[in-house]
Nanobody, 113 residues
Framework: VQLVESGGGLVQPGGSLTLSCAAS????????MRWYRQAPGKERELVAG????????NYADSVKGRFTISRDNAKNTVLLQMNSLKPADTAVYYC???????WGKGTLVTVSS
């Protein structure tokens, strides 16, 4: 199982970024997926989750209405579209397959002017 995140970077408050997680080594369409984040000095927190077929999603209250999780099972990819970014969204973002507890290495998102 391999999960590789990409798309992080520096963005100004109010801006947007799309994170991508490329999955390999398993039948991607069979598994729910999640995005987590960990800000400096804080515990890792669940940001969003999506069911295996993409029909069900859930979000942390702090990102509802601003972030959208989606997946492309043909491309073995899960995305996190992040809009209206705030400095409080600054964190390392991790892709996770909850069954088996597999993690990527993370991608850093910095929201700053």
């Amino acid at each position: 199982v391999q999960l590789v995140e990409s798309g992080g970077g520096l963005v100004q408050p109010g801006g947007s970024l799309t994170l991508s997680c490329a999955a390999s080594g398993f039948t991607f369409s069979n598994y729910n997926m999640r995005w987590y984040r960990q800000a400096p000095g804080k515990e890792r927190e669940l940001v969003a989750g999506i069911s295996s077929a993409g029909g069900s999603t859930n979000y942390a209250d702090s990102v509802k209405g601003r972030f959208t999780i989606s997946r492309d099972n043909a491309k073995n990819t899960v995305l996190l579209q992040m809009n209206s970014l705030k400095p409080a969204d600054t964190a390392v973002y991790y892709c996770n397959r909850p069954r088996g507890d597999y993690w990527g290495k993370g991608t850093l998102v910095t929201v700053s002017s």
